[in-house]
């Protein structure tokens, strides 16, 4: 043979055994990514009851809110369990995830479970749930709005620092740190947290089934133990989630051998993992592709 007959020939095995060790090297991600995707809850599933848990400070997340609206459609979700640890917080994000619940609430059967606390934007999100459980020691309710602020003028004036601010209108600066809320914008300001108050009231009368008059009767602000929350008719039961699926069981007929998956939210996104599979299949076969010099190599019957 030839010097370029030879140097042909090796190129050829090069880049056949470079093509193999990367299929060995891409079917071993692959392996690795359908672990994941199967941790993560996105291969095809039977029927289950899925659990939304909410603990910590309750704000505005909108992959939450998706994935809560998503189970009202999924034909694989037999019920959903709130389960409930969290203090409260803004209006927006308690508003958002309670009417992300109420619409699995309107066609699936949707129970609460309260822990140690299950308060002000916390408790919003519980109510629209068929039934609440809570502990004896829940701390719970807790229903109003609270606006807070600071007001550092004195502190300032005792070190000679003073402000001057620009203001388009009398109240664009009302809360500010600088000066006190003048009159108008004291008025202006209970008026938002009144007008939050009500809403917040209108969604428990409505999750409840009480009048508005009856919810106000317990809404001035103050919490209350899971035993007072039942005989005020804030929580249907003291129990936990054994309780609340025993329910499920007796009154919605959820078959009680359903396994329970908990909602997952974050992690990777769909789209990010067909970008990641296109990556390593551009590595895999790159070097084999028509555009590749190397195409002409590899092809059978080239020469």
């Known amino acids: ?60 997340d909108r992959a939450r809110t998706e994935a809560v609206e998503k ?3 999924d034909p694989m979700v037999a019920a959903l369990i709130v389960s409930v640890d969290s203090p409260g917080g803004t209006v927006a994000g308690g508003e958002s ?29 519980s109510v629209p749930a068929a039934r609440i459980f809570a502990r004896g020691a829940t701390l719970t309710g807790s229903i109003g709005v609270l606006l807070e602020t ?3 003028s004195g502190l300032l004036d005792k070190l000679g620092i003073a402000t001057d601010t620009i203001v388009s209108g009398p109240l664009k600066d009302q809360p500010s740190f600088f000066h006190p809320t003048s009159p108008q914008g004291q008025q202006v300001l209970q008026g938002l947290v009144t007008d939050l108050y009500e ?10 089934h009480m009048s508005v008059e009856q919810v106000k009767k317990l809404a001035d602000g103050r919490a209350y133990t899971g035993r007072q929350a ?28 359903l396994p329970v998956r908990d ?3 974050g992690g990777w996104s769909v789209d990010g993992v067909r970008a990641t599979l296109s990556g390593l299949l551009g590595f895999a076969v790159g070097p084999v592709l028509p555009a590749s010099g190397a195409w002409a190599l590899w092809r059978p019957g080239a020469n």
Not at 199 to 208: D, I, K, L, N, P
Request: charged letters at 20%.
């Open 263 to 265: 909602l997952k939210t």
């Open 97 to 125: 995830l309670h009417d992300a619940i109420a619409q699995v609430a309107a066609v699936k059967p949707v129970v609460t479970v309260m822990r140690g606390v299950a308060a002000s934007a916390a408790y919003m999100v």
């Open 150 to 152: 600071g007001e550092i």
């Open 1 to 60: 043979m030839s010097f370029e007959t030879d140097l042909l020939i090796d190129r050829r095995r090069l880049v056949r055994r470079l093509v193999a060790w990367r299929a060995v090297a891409i079917l071993g991600v692959l392996a690795a990514v359908l672990v994941a995707i199967g941790r993560a809850g996105w291969l095809p599933q039977g029927p289950h009851i899925e659990r939304l848990t909410v603990s910590g400070l309750i704000t505005e």
């Open 199 to 208: 809403q917040f009231v209108a969604m428990v009368a409505t999750g409840r």
């Open 71 to 73: 189970l009202a459609r």
């Open 230 to 257: 039942l005989a005020l008719g804030l929580v249907d039961q003291l129990g936990g989630e054994r309780a609340a699926r025993d329910w499920l069981v007796r009154v919605r007929h959820v078959p009680r051998g």
